[in-house]
């Protein structure tokens, strides 16, 4: 089955603990991404890759770090978490001749 | 730099009526615009998409959106509601298939 799996799917911390959530996709995509989604917000970008190790920044990335070292994974780092990155996270991809892209079930975050 | 304005946060409509959810775009050329929907708790799928072609798009679950240019304009219609209808709605916008900006989303509820 088609799918992205994100690990943990919920997540509560202390500010300034390092913390990883994981992406994972079984389509052999090219694109990956990291979404935010915050109440009135919609989702925003954080950071999307093109291929394993090109990746670029989303209109979000402050706070974040990315790498794409394999294509079919995309962790996503917080190195030192602050309670404004309290959101639920979504990673999606896509492939370059295909028509949709897929998303994660989510990961909620709580930065205490 | 890319926006999207979806008016109204929250429509409740009764089953069996029409449904309209309205989408404002602002993008510098012709940009592929999407429709997603979020049922509570899951992560979000793909209804229908627009890059070129016929402006009126066709898309899952007896959804349809027409891509109006003079209006920059992207809204989404469904003839007859069902109550499975009820969920979160997000237009998008963007220079291809993975780097999108998203609208707030607008609630859909469904009274029987």
């Known amino acids: 089955e088609a799918q992205v799996t994100q690990n943990p799917r919920y997540l509560i911390t202390v500010t300034g603990k390092k913390l990883t959530v994981t992406c994972s996709q079984n389509?052999?995509?090219?694109?990956m991404s990291w979404y935010r989604q915050d109440p009135g917000l919609g989702l925003r970008q954080i950071y999307y890759?093109?291929?394993?190790?090109?990746?670029d920044k989303g209109d979000v990335p402050e706070g974040y770090k990315v790498s794409r070292k394999e294509k079919r994974n995309f962790p996503l780092i917080l190195e030192s978490p602050s309670p404004n990155q309290t959101s639920l996270y979504f990673c999606?991809?896509?492939?370059?001749?295909?028509?949709?892209?897929?998303f994660g079930p989510g990961t909620r975050l709580t930065v205490l | 730099a890319q926006s999207v304005t979806q008016p109204d946060i929250h429509i409740t409509v009764s089953e069996g009526a029409s449904l309209e959810l309205r989408c404002n775009y602002s993008?510098?050329?012709?940009?592929?615009l999407f429709w997603y929907v979020q049922s509570p708790g899951q992560g979000l799928q793909l209804l229908l998409k627009?890059?070129?072609?016929?402006?009126l798009v066709q898309g899952i679950k007896g959804f349809e959106a027409e891509f109006k240019r003079s209006q920059s304009s992207f809204n989404l219609r469904k003839p007859s509601v069902h109550w499975s209808d009820a969920a979160e709605y997000f237009c998008?916008?963007?220079?291809?298939?993975?780097?999108?900006?998203f609208g707030a989303g607008t609630t859909v509820t469904v009274r029987a």
């Open positions: 999606a991809s896509i492939g370059r001749y295909t028509d949709t892209q897929y």
């Open positions: 389509m052999n995509h090219e694109y």
């Open positions: 890759s093109m291929n394993v190790e090109v990746t």
């Open positions: 993008y510098g050329a012709t940009p592929y």
């Open positions: 627009y890059f070129s072609g016929d402006t």
């Open positions: 998008a916008v963007g220079a291809n298939d993975y780097k999108l900006s």
